[in-house]
């Protein structure tokens, strides 16, 4: 028996627990998700100095033609 990682349930940790070591599917996916979205946190927007956006002309202050 082990704890599950998400939940700390406890569950069997054989090949008939697929979702092992997890006690269930959405454990496992909540674990997953908590996982990406610390990827997501630290990996911020990408910034490619060599992306084409760079060189995308910026529209114009939209103040300027109100006057
Ligand atoms: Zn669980």
Do not use: H, Q
Request: glycine share 8%; proline share 13%; charged share 25%.
């Amino acid at each position: 028996m082990v704890g599950c990682p998400a939940c700390s349930r406890k569950t069997e940790f054989t090949s008939a627990n697929r979702w092992r070591p997890f006690c269930s599917e959405r454990c496992k996916m909540i674990d997953l998700g908590a996982w990406a979205a610390g990827r997501y946190v630290i990996g911020g927007e990408p910034v490619d100095p060599e992306s084409p956006a760079a060189e995308t002309p910026r529209p114009g202050p939209p103040a300027d033609d109100a006057r």
